[in-house]
């Protein structure tokens, strides 16, 4: 029987992220993951003391109190060990993100709390689409050169998959602009986010390439002072550890009120 064939090429993955960190630079959207974890924990009506974080950087969590793991295949949390479990800016590079998720609740005491932020499907949408179109006119064909992210309907339906009580599945949509293409790629080597995937091209990158999808970026995405516009979809995941003194919801037929008394309207009964 085939192995399933990884998304990841996690050597390569390591790699890019080790020489981020070697290079100090800011890894702006760790970093813009973890402003957006630390907003949403401001929000919920309770202080948590055993905070958890998975992280490719580690420094990002200095002075939090957090234990920081890395986004391993098997993740290093010990079952019901903490109030409150982070998974920043990594789940899209998982195998089996079902799976880390999984690890998150399980790690979780009973009625803890879980955030996953991640880049959604229209996270940078524009480089996408100029790199395509720039390969297939000088190739005549693709190849995987950015990572396929997941619309916010599929994430949110993982937190159920994972076992996560009261899901919430959201998005916030940033348009960050750069002074030209090889800007936008500091960025993302900064960040460690560059090409990991296991069917990445492993050949010479054809002559070109970059600087006709520069051309391209240019007519689809410039703004009005002449910068390359780039769509940055977040999305933040959060759900509970099932625990006994939560909401649930009531059985069906069970309500003592009518929903048109609510909203001040008649109801119409349809027809048999």
Request: glycine share 6%.
């Amino acid at each position: 029987m085939n192995a399933p064939r990884r998304l990841t090429d996690r050597p390569a993955l390591d790699r890019h992220r080790e020489r981020a960190r070697a290079r100090a630079e800011d890894p702006f959207l760790h970093r813009l993951a973890r402003d957006e974890a630390q907003d949403r924990l401001a929000l919920v009506n309770r202080t948590f003391t055993k905070l958890a974080v998975v992280s490719p950087f580690p420094e990002l969590w200095d002075g939090t109190g957090a234990r920081v793991v890395p986004d391993t295949e098997v993740l290093d949390l010990e079952p019901e060990a903490h109030d409150c479990v982070v998974h920043a800016m990594a789940l899209h590079w998982a195998d089996d993100p079902v799976g880390q998720l999984i690890q998150c609740r399980r790690a979780l005491q009973p009625d803890g709390f879980m955030v996953a932020i991640l880049p959604g499907g229209r996270s940078f949408q524009e480089l996408r689409a100029v790199l395509a179109q720039a390969e297939t006119e000088l190739k005549g064909g693709l190849s995987p050169r950015v990572l396929p992210m997941a619309d916010i309907r599929d994430l949110g339906a993982l937190l159920q998959r994972a076992g996560m009580a009261l899901p919430v599945a959201d998005s916030d949509t940033f348009t960050l602009t750069y002074r030209d293409l090889p800007h936008l790629a500091a960025d993302l080597r900064a960040s460690g986010e560059t090409n990991a995937l296991e069917a990445r091209l492993r050949g010479a990158t054809p002559r070109g390439l970059f600087a006709r999808a520069a051309e391209l970026y240019g007519t689809i995405g410039a703004t009005p002072d002449g910068r390359l516009a780039a769509t940055l979809e977040l999305i933040t995941l959060t759900g509970w550890a099932p625990g006994p003194n939560q909401p649930q919801p009531l059985r069906p037929g069970s309500a003592t009120e009518r929903l048109a008394d609510a909203l001040n309207t008649s109801e119409t009964r349809l027809p048999d």
